[in-house]
């Protein structure tokens, strides 16, 4: 049907409210039958969990369009092709759990999984304080065999992690101790080295509340460090993320952002006008599904009402940063971790580099840093070479000179969305999934439950079945 006359002249009100309220200039002709997309759901974000969600509406019947902020899918994906010898590296999402969804979901896309174990072989390991660049005497990575036994046995008591954040009333005390306590409540220091290991991104773990650290590091990961986990052959989990975009040729558009959004309460659809590289376009949705991170950003131009905003922007994030770097004089087969030469559990100083250790790709080390709140991206340039110049008091010739230069560097910042301790107690996390439906919007996305590809997929499939009964 075409759009009427009154409804044309909707949009224009629409149009010009929003001319005079921000003053850049749209010119677009809003009544031109090409700038309107009408779909059952518009999804906002295309990393990780909207193009699952993606696929799960469209096995349902559904008719969506992926609004992405950037020019590719795939969010945290990030797979590295190397010019010289056109190899790939996973830069970003690397293992996945051996979980029957996760195989199918590879498996529609063609995209084989193979068996990985955690961490890349080194023939040397350093560890270092990066603080000083100087090797930290005596350190020796301790066996976690047995703090893990008694962490496991804690984590049991809460299966509810694993699902969600369907915390009872009230929230167990030890989940909100800062980690650092609850590490000492269950002499867990000799685990400290491999939880952090796993767990980039988390900024200063060890005053993170226990419940956030136990959502990433779960039971199942436990199991893969035991078992091990799948990953592609050739280190290119993006495969995955190409085969997704030819699929979904027509119904993406990038490099967009909500401008403006009017939602309603009851049946019918929500307006979003888009700015896009070709122009404005008006999106109408039935149902709206946010995946991206719950920045205030990314809710500019919604007409989020006062429960919405009160709950939405409380999150506060954590900046996590990855890169190659060729030519350092570090030999392909020396990782080199960064550990507090006097700190609790030798937790790494933040900001600062994790580790550094093989790509797969001869001449190219991996590079992961991590800071508490988001940074400069400059900024965290500027201190991983320097950083990196620092070891050469590991004794290690590095021949990193001023001019270093860093390949592939991905600022993965806003990371790990938190809320405080106090807030969690006060029943944060019930009000937040509250909050699914109302209004015809529906959320996903780790800052829902955890930054864990397939544990997440399984959430978001939650969320899809609910939207497709109401
Ligand atoms: C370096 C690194 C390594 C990791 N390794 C693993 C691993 O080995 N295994 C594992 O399971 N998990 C891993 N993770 C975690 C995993 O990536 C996350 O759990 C997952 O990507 C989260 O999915 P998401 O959909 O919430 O976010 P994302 O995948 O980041 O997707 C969000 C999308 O929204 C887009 N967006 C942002 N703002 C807007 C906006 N305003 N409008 C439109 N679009 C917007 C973004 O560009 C992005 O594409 C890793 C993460 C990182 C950073
Ligand atoms: C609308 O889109 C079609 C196909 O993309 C194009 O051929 C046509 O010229 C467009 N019309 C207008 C008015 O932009
Ligand atoms: C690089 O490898 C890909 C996939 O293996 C292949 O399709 C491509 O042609 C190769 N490119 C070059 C320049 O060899
Ligand atoms: C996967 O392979 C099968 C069989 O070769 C083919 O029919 C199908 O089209 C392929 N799917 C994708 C997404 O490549």
């Not at 306590?181 to 685990?191: C, G, I, R, S």
Request: proline share 5%; glycine share 8%; net charge positive.
């Amino acid at each position: 049907m075409h759009l009427s006359s009154h409804a044309c002249l909707n949009y224009l009100t629409f149009f010009l409210t929003i001319a005079l309220t921000i003053s850049t200039s749209i010119s677009i002709d809003i009544c031109s039958p090409n700038s309107t997309i009408t779909r059952d759901v518009l999804i906002i974000g295309g990393g990780s969990s909207g193009v699952y969600a993606s696929f799960q509406l469209r096995d349902a019947g559904k008719s969506i369009l992926i609004l992405e902020a950037t020019s590719r899918l795939g969010g945290h994906t990030e797979t590295y092709r190397d010019p010289i010898t056109n190899l790939t590296a996973d830069l970003g999402v690397m293992l996945l759990h051996d979980l029957p969804h996760v195989k199918s979901y590879f498996s529609r896309f063609n995209v084989s999984l193979v068996p990985r174990t955690a961490f890349s072989p080194h023939a040397r390991i350093i560890y270092a304080d990066f603080r000083t660049g100087e090797v930290v005497k005596d350190f020796k990575p301790p066996n976690p065999k047995e703090a893990f036994e008694r962490y496991e046995a804690v984590l049991q008591k809460y299966p509810y992690l694993l699902k969600g954040y369907y915390l009872p009333d009230p929230v167990p005390d030890e989940l909100l101790m800062p980690f650092g306590e609850f590490v000492e409540k269950y002499q867990l220091q000799d685990a400290i080295f491999t939880i952090t290991r796993s767990n980039h991104g988390m900024g200063n773990m060890i005053n993170q509340p226990a419940l956030y650290v136990m959502k990433l590091f779960s039971q199942l990961i436990l199991k893969g460090l035991r078992t091990g986990f799948l990953s592609t052959k050739n280190n290119n989990i993006g495969e995955l993320y190409e085969k997704a975009t030819e699929d979904l040729k027509g119904d993406v558009l990038f490099d967009s952002r909500v401008v403006k959004m009017d939602r309603v309460e009851q049946n019918g659809y929500a307006e979003v006008l888009v700015h896009t590289p070709e122009g404005t376009r008006l999106v109408r949705a039935k149902k709206i599904l946010f995946t991206a991170p719950p920045t205030r950003e990314n809710f500019r131009g919604w007409d989020l009402d006062k429960t919405e905003s009160k709950l939405l922007y409380q999150f506060r994030a954590k900046g996590y940063y990855t890169t190659l770097i060729r030519n350092t004089g570090i030999p392909d087969d020396t990782g080199i971790f960064n550990v507090g030469s006097d700190t609790f559990a030798n937790f790494p100083v933040m900001p600062a580099i994790y580790r550094v250790t093989t790509s797969g790709i001869p001449g190219l080390m991996d590079v992961k840093f991590g800071s508490e709140t988001p940074m400069d991206e400059a900024d965290v340039k500027r201190q991983i070479l320097k950083s990196l110049q620092r070891l050469k008091k590991t004794g290690l010739k590095t021949s990193l000179g001023e001019g270093g230069v860093l390949e592939g560097f991905k600022s993965h910042a806003p990371f790990e969305m938190t809320v405080g301790i106090e807030s969690i107690a006060d029943g944060f996390y019930r009000k937040l999934y509250g909050l699914q439906g109302r209004r015809n919007t529906y959320y996903t996305g780790a800052a829902w439950h955890v930054h864990d590809s397939g544990r997440l997929w399984s959430f978001t499939e939650g969320v899809v079945q609910r939207m497709l009964k109401q």
